[in-house]
């Protein structure tokens, strides 16, 4: 009798056994929320890394062709100002074709070596693929192209994440022209990061951006340029 009475006196009630079972979930779903964190973590540092090597591929293609990005160089030798160092080679013909925006990219596989890298790893709209060969369209591109960018005018903007909104407008397949004087609105939205994204700047840098603060990041660099800032949006 003594021991029937110490057993169920040990017992779990089954309100204790509900509070167990809601403890333990509790804690699993902060494990899962904590993982999802660090996972998104991990992939905007992965794109922050891929926009600084495009950042870098563009300077030393720059160095190499007179300080001329490819979208600066013609194809066949010529550019917009007769440059004495021009060579063939570039993209300038494809500037304004935004179907095209991978041409200004694949101009760059020497210098980036993989066509990984022009995939951010939190675009699940976007293919990865390691062939340069298989890069005939924008695809596998997660990045814009900034056609006013210049690496003398650090606040230009060279490249950014695809995911742009521009006056209420989702973008994609467009090239854009944004004014220090208009006050053009631009965000940020859900189809990469959420609610942030990144900027490569003329210097080479790569700045985290949140959507509150993305317009006038782009106003900066319109009153960097005399020029309104052009961006090719894949």
Request: overall charge positive; aromatic content about 6%; hydrophobic content about 40%.
């Amino acid at each position: 009798m003594n021991r029937s009475r110490s057993r169920r006196h040990h017992a779990f009630t089954r309100v204790e056994l509900l509070a167990a079972l809601l403890s333990i979930g509790v804690l699993v779903l902060m494990l899962i929320s904590a993982l999802l964190r660090a996972k998104a973590q991990t992939r905007r540092i992965g794109c922050i890394s891929r926009l600084k090597n495009i950042g870098l591929s563009m300077r030393i293609f720059s160095t190499d062709n007179g300080g001329l990005y490819p979208f600066q160089r013609s194809t066949n030798g010529t550019v917009a100002t007769n440059h004495p160092f021009a060579r063939a080679g570039g993209t300038l013909e494809f500037a304004q074709d935004p179907t095209s925006a991978w041409r200004h990219f694949a101009a760059l596989s020497n210098e980036l070596g993989s066509p990984v890298i022009v995939r951010c790893p939190a675009d699940k709209q976007r293919e990865a693929t390691r062939n340069w060969a298989e890069i005939s369209n924008n695809k596998f591109l997660s990045y814009t192209v900034g056609l006013s960018a210049s690496a003398d005018r650090p606040q230009t903007i060279l490249s950014c994440d695809r995911n742009l909104v521009i006056n209420g407008a989702s973008v994609s397949n467009a090239l854009v022209s944004l004014h220090a004087f208009r006050n053009d609105k631009v965000i940020w939205d859900q189809r990469i990061h959420v609610n942030a994204g990144n900027v490569l700047l003329g210097d080479g840098s790569v700045q985290q951006v949140t959507s509150g603060r993305l317009s006038e990041q782009f106003r900066d660099a319109a009153v960097a340029n005399p020029e309104p800032q052009k961006l090719v949006v894949p």
